[in-house]
């Protein structure tokens, strides 16, 4: 398939297929290969050029240099410690439903994007690494930029460049004295090991503030209209929720699968894929929606089922780059669709669904704005 910007590359939809040129060791991330299907239209020679000069962290690196930094950060993302942060996350989740509530206490309509989706895992986010919230909307602002399609080349550059800066200033006051925080841990360890580097920390750092917040703040838009459209379906969460939830979490990660063209890579060897070869050197696209909505992997795929099983979904990914912060974002994803269902009986779109707004030009679908009442 030809892209915006001018570039052409396979477009993988089977579910199989997927799985396995997304697990296959000859594919690459690096965005810097010259047929590495880059989607944003025609890239000015001289704004590719600049974009290089940034040295890309886990998401645009392959191994072996990827599995060493993976690893430098993989024990702050296990089941067992996200498990840990239930409590607080719960707090986070608590306070933002209290804060919807006191704004619409005289009936007015709400904005659950402002009050809930984005504060909740920015918040959390920002406890994890140790960056200030208050400085929410500076890097709320540059992310929207950073993955907007409709934005200018030069305005995405500038919005990484600016969130660079910040966390070098960060990244600078935390060697002087490491707080007990993700950055500050990942400052002694390194030290420990010989292997710190400040600039990489920059760009792991960053990337996890644009990775955790924006897409976990989709998902709770996403699952709350779409739920609260299917009465039937939010009525047996509601009733049994420790059953259901878990798997409604899945389900709703796979029906709308918001990330689902950042799996992007170019081929390093010819690689055979449903007996068509692509040649080393020509760009793919495994895209994560049609394969979770492959009629061979998911019975009537376009219907959302929360009884169903669909955690072999790939929103997040699959292979070596499989979403890190996937058990952060289903615990998030779970205490707040269990809370803002618990405690908000009566929550009702201000609008009708067909009125929203959604991100139809980013990196990752999903919806500005969200009014609603109870
Ligand atoms: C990677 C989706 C939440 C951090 C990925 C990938 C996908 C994805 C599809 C794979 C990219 C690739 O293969 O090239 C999602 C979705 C989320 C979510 C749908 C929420 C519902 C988060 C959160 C964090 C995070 C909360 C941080 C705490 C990352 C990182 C990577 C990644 C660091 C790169 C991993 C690597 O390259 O080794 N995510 N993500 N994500 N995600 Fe997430």
Same mark, same amino acid.
């Given at each position: 398939?030809?892209?915006?910007?001018?570039?052409?590359?396979?477009?993988?939809?089977?579910?199989?297929?997927?799985?396995?040129?997304?697990?296959?060791?000859?594919?690459?991330?690096?965005?810097?290969?010259?047929?590495?299907?880059?989607?944003?239209?025609?890239?000015?020679?001289?704004?590719?050029?600049?974009?290089?000069?940034?040295?890309?962290?886990?998401?645009?690196?392959?191994?072996?240099?990827?599995?060493?930094?993976?690893?430098?950060?993989?024990?702050?993302?296990?089941?067992?410690?996200?498990?840990?942060?239930?409590?607080?996350?719960?707090?986070?989740?608590?306070?933002?439903?209290?804060?919807?509530?006191?704004?619409?206490? /005289?009936?007015?309509?709400?904005?659950?994007?402002?009050?809930?989706?984005?504060?909740?895992?920015?918040?959390?986010?920002?406890?994890?690494?140790?960056?200030?919230?208050?400085?929410?909307?500076?890097?709320?602002?540059?992310?929207?930029?950073?993955?907007?399609?409709?934005?200018?080349?030069?305005?995405?550059?500038?919005?990484?460049?600016?969130?660079?800066?910040?966390?070098?200033?960060?990244?600078?006051?935390?060697?002087?004295?490491?707080?007990?925080?993700?950055?500050?841990?990942?400052?002694?360890?390194?030290?420990?090991?010989?292997?710190?580097?400040?600039?990489?920390?920059?760009?792991?750092?960053?990337?996890?503030?644009?990775?955790?917040?924006?897409?976990?703040?989709?998902?709770?838009?996403?699952?709350?209209?779409?739920?609260?459209?299917?009465?039937?379906?939010?009525?047996?969460?509601?009733?049994?929720?420790?059953?259901?939830?878990?798997?409604?979490?899945?389900?709703?990660?796979?029906?709308?699968?918001?990330?689902?063209?950042?799996?992007?890579?170019?081929?390093?060897?010819?690689?055979?894929?449903?007996?068509?070869?692509?040649?080393?050197?020509?760009?793919?696209?495994?895209?994560?929606?049609?394969?979770?909505?492959?009629?061979?992997?998911?019975?009537?795929?376009?219907?959302? /089922?929360?009884?169903?099983?669909?955690?072999?979904?790939?929103?997040?990914?699959?292979?070596?780059?499989?979403?890190?912060?996937?058990?952060?974002?289903?615990?998030?994803? /779970?205490?707040?669709?269990?809370?803002?269902?618990?405690?908000?009986?009566?929550?009702?779109?201000?609008?009708?669904?067909?009125?929203?707004?959604?991100? /139809?030009?980013?990196?990752?679908?999903?919806?500005?704005?969200?009014?609603?009442?109870?």
């Amino acid at each position: 398939m030809a892209l915006p910007s001018g570039r052409v590359a396979w477009l993988i939809t089977a579910h199989d297929q997927v799985r396995q040129v997304l697990a296959s060791p000859h594919v690459s991330s690096d965005r810097g290969r010259d047929n590495f299907p880059i989607r944003f239209k025609q890239p000015d020679p001289e704004i590719t050029e600049k974009f290089k000069e940034f040295r890309p962290s886990l998401i645009g690196v392959d191994p072996p240099f990827h599995t060493r930094l993976r690893r430098s950060v993989i024990t702050e993302f296990t089941v067992r410690r996200t498990r840990e942060l239930r409590p607080r996350v719960q707090e986070i989740v608590d306070g933002a439903v209290d804060d919807l509530l006191e704004s619409g206490k /005289d009936g007015r309509p709400v904005d659950l994007v402002a009050k809930v989706s984005l504060p909740v895992p920015s918040m959390v986010i920002c406890e994890l690494l140790g960056v200030p919230y208050a400085d929410h909307d500076f890097f709320q602002d540059r992310t929207a930029t950073l993955i907007s399609f409709k934005r200018a080349p030069e305005d995405g550059l500038k919005a990484f460049h600016d969130l660079g800066d910040y966390f070098r200033d960060l990244v600078a006051r935390k060697e002087k004295a490491p707080t007990d925080d993700l950055i500050g841990r990942l400052i002694v360890a390194g030290r420990e090991n010989g292997d710190h580097d400040s600039e990489e920390l920059v760009g792991l750092a960053q990337l996890l503030l644009i990775a955790g917040h924006e897409t976990t703040a989709n998902m709770i838009s996403l699952g709350t209209v779409a739920l609260l459209e299917d009465p039937e379906q939010l009525r047996a969460l509601r009733e049994d929720p420790d059953t259901l939830m878990p798997k409604a979490v899945e389900e709703l990660l796979r029906f709308f699968t918001i990330a689902d063209t950042v799996t992007a890579r170019t081929a390093t060897a010819d690689i055979e894929v449903g007996g068509i070869t692509i040649r080393a050197g020509e760009g793919l696209i495994a895209s994560g929606l049609a394969a979770n909505r492959d009629p061979h992997a998911y019975p009537e795929p376009d219907s959302l /089922d929360i009884t169903r099983n669909a955690r072999n979904h790939v929103a997040f990914g699959y292979g070596v780059h499989q979403c890190l912060g996937q058990n952060l974002a289903r615990l998030e994803l /779970d205490i707040v669709y269990r809370t803002l269902f618990g405690r908000v009986p009566g929550l009702t779109l201000a609008v009708p669904a067909e009125s929203l707004s959604y991100k /139809d030009e980013a990196l990752v679908y999903g919806i500005n704005e969200v009014p609603v009442t109870w």
